[in-house]
């Protein structure tokens, strides 16, 4: 017999904020996320803006601890403690039922270039932490240790849809009782140069200069992501688990949808059937109806099709029903987190159910007569909502779904 599973705790560290409840108050607040690049010197660079991490990580890790670990995995060691201490998890309960499943697309690409940098000049001035730092897997196995999970533990690498794979996952063991509960959501850290010089000499980054028009999922003149960095982290659990230790239930994960377009290595399928495909499974594994679904956190990424092939996949499923959903794309203020765009997306979406409300796209100026949807532009909205889908996909052609829905015992 399958099990409900319930999201139980919350934790983020991102361009808006190092919490949750200052996260939404920004994303109501149309807070834009998004500045100049403070990381590196962008002199010869087309690419000058991203959405950085404003903290100072010297007030959560002492420099030892700081020289061992690279900036994804101090986001995931932060968020996580949040969404752990939100969940209430002690030793209670049985530690070899709780599991980390994270997602990551490019890991320690920090420790990455620091280190090969140091190779240049001598091989034995690279730290012998460099492999350790590095690995995408590593976050997941700092987190298990440091709170003695023993369950299912392991990154998920699949591009910009990594974070919904690693919940889409978790939600998996724990509905055929593998687990009891498992840490999961995605953390990422590419604001470095040879990671902006890619993915610019790619043409897939913005250059504008203006930050209002940088990130503009939706609109005619979009141009290309902005780079963010960050974590998102969600505790999911059984209900039956939740409810013997009388827990707060913030939300319910009922489906998930996973597909490949099998098309292209960076471009999405011609009008999104991949993505129409993931989630079609999703809303079918939540035993719904597509006009259940009320509202989309689309992908959303201000990139020309992405966003014009999201559009047409969402109309190519929901037929009539597109035109009454409310959709809404969180990139537009803390741009594209790659890996961990998801868990921090998730954790909006959650936020939009318990308050009855859509946040905004924002910088949304001109409209695109080929995304003719409902994109909630520069305002948010008052609206019940008791089903909502989480869409992400990434590099490779992967397509990952969610539905997240209004718990109701």
Same mark, same amino acid.
């Given at each position: 017999?399958?099990?409900?599973?319930?999201?139980?705790?919350?934790?983020?560290?991102?361009?808006? #904020?190092?919490?949750?409840?200052?996260?939404?108050?920004?994303?109501?607040?149309?807070?834009? $996320?998004?500045?100049?690049?403070?990381?590196?010197?962008?002199?010869?660079?087309?690419? %000058?803006?991203?959405?950085?991490?404003?903290?100072?990580?010297?007030?959560?890790?002492?420099? %030892?601890?700081?020289? +061992?670990?690279?900036?994804?995995? #101090?986001?995931?060691? =932060?968020?996580?403690?949040?969404? *752990?201490?939100?969940?209430?998890?002690?030793?209670?309960?049985?530690?070899?039922? *709780? $599991?980390?499943?994270?997602? &990551?697309?490019?890991? $320690?690409?920090?420790?990455?270039? +620091?280190?090969?940098?140091?190779?240049?000049?001598?091989?034995?001035?690279?730290?012998?932490?460099?492999?350790?730092?590095?690995?995408?897997?590593?976050?997941?196995?700092? =987190?298990?240790?440091?709170?003695?999970?023993?369950?299912?533990?392991? &990154?998920?690498?699949?591009?910009?849809?990594?974070?919904?794979?690693?919940?889409?996952?978790?939600?998996?063991?724990? %509905?055929?009782?593998?687990?009891?509960?498992? =840490?999961?959501?995605?953390?990422?850290?590419?604001?470095?140069?040879?990671?902006?010089?890619?993915?610019?000499?790619?043409?897939?980054?913005?250059?504008?200069?203006?930050?209002?028009?940088?990130?503009?999922?939706?609109?005619?003149?979009?141009?290309?992501?902005?780079?963010?960095?960050?974590?998102?982290?969600?505790?999911?659990? &059984?209900?039956?688990?939740?409810?013997?230790?009388?827990?707060?239930?913030?939300?319910?994960?009922?489906?998930?949808?996973?597909?490949?377009?099998?098309?292209?290595?960076?471009?999405?399928?011609?009008?999104?059937?991949?993505?129409?495909?993931?989630?079609?499974?999703? @809303?079918?594994?939540?035993?719904?109806?597509?006009?259940?679904?009320?509202? @989309?956190?689309?992908?959303?990424?201000?990139?020309?099709?992405?966003?014009?092939?999201?559009?047409?996949?969402?109309? #190519?499923?929901?037929?009539?029903?597109?035109?009454?959903?409310?959709?809404?794309?969180? %990139?537009?203020?803390?741009?594209?987190?790659?890996?961990?765009?998801?868990?921090?997306?998730?954790?909006?979406?959650?936020?939009? =159910?318990?308050?009855?409300?859509?946040?905004?796209?924002?910088?949304?100026?001109?409209?695109?007569?080929?995304?003719?949807?409902?994109?909630?532009?520069?305002?948010?909205?008052?609206?019940?909502?008791?089903?909502?889908?989480?869409?992400?996909? $990434?590099?490779?052609?992967?397509?990952? #779904?969610?539905?997240?829905?209004?718990?109701?015992?």
């Amino acid at each position: 017999m399958s099990k409900r599973v319930v999201v139980t705790g919350l934790g983020t560290i991102n361009p808006l #904020s190092d919490n949750v409840k200052d996260f939404w108050e920004n994303l109501i607040s149309l807070k834009n $996320g998004i500045n100049k690049i403070s990381h590196f010197d962008t002199s010869n660079f087309k690419t %000058k803006l991203a959405a950085e991490v404003k903290v100072d990580l010297n007030n959560y890790f002492n420099k %030892k601890e700081l020289n +061992k670990i690279d900036r994804f995995t #101090s986001f995931a060691l =932060i968020a996580s403690d949040q969404a *752990i201490n939100d969940a209430k998890i002690n030793d209670k309960l049985d530690s070899n039922r *709780i $599991g980390v499943i994270l997602g &990551s697309g490019i890991g $320690g690409i920090n420790t990455l270039e +620091k280190q090969h940098s140091r190779l240049l000049k001598s091989p034995k001035r690279v730290s012998p932490y460099f492999v350790p730092s590095m690995i995408s897997d590593i976050a997941p196995g700092h =987190i298990s240790i440091k709170h003695g999970f023993k369950g299912p533990n392991f &990154s998920v690498v699949s591009a910009c849809a990594s974070s919904n794979h690693a919940i889409g996952i978790a939600f998996k063991s724990i %509905k055929h009782n593998e687990s009891d509960m498992i =840490i999961t959501g995605g953390s990422e850290a590419g604001i470095t140069p040879l990671a902006i010089a890619g993915f610019m000499n790619m043409k897939a980054l913005s250059t504008e200069t203006d930050i209002n028009n940088a990130s503009i999922p939706f609109d005619l003149n979009r141009n290309g992501f902005v780079m963010g960095e960050g974590a998102g982290i969600l505790v999911l659990e &059984s209900l039956t688990s939740a409810l013997n230790r009388n827990a707060k239930i913030y939300a319910e994960i009922s489906g998930y949808g996973s597909t490949a377009d099998a098309f292209h290595l960076t471009s999405p399928a011609p009008n999104g059937t991949g993505a129409r495909e993931a989630m079609k499974l999703a @809303i079918n594994d939540a035993k719904i109806d597509i006009k259940d679904i009320d509202y @989309i956190n689309a992908h959303g990424t201000s990139t020309y099709y992405n966003d014009l092939h999201e559009t047409q996949a969402i109309k #190519s499923l929901f037929k009539d029903h597109a035109y009454n959903l409310s959709i809404s794309s969180t %990139k537009s203020y803390t741009g594209h987190l790659l890996g961990a765009t998801g868990g921090v997306e998730a954790i909006a979406t959650i936020q939009s =159910i318990n308050n009855s409300y859509i946040t905004a796209t924002i910088n949304h100026k001109t409209k695109d007569p080929e995304c003719d949807l409902d994109y909630t532009p520069n305002k948010g909205i008052n609206r019940t909502i008791n089903h909502a889908i989480s869409n992400n996909f $990434g590099f490779g052609g992967h397509n990952a #779904s969610i539905v997240i829905s209004k718990f109701k015992h």
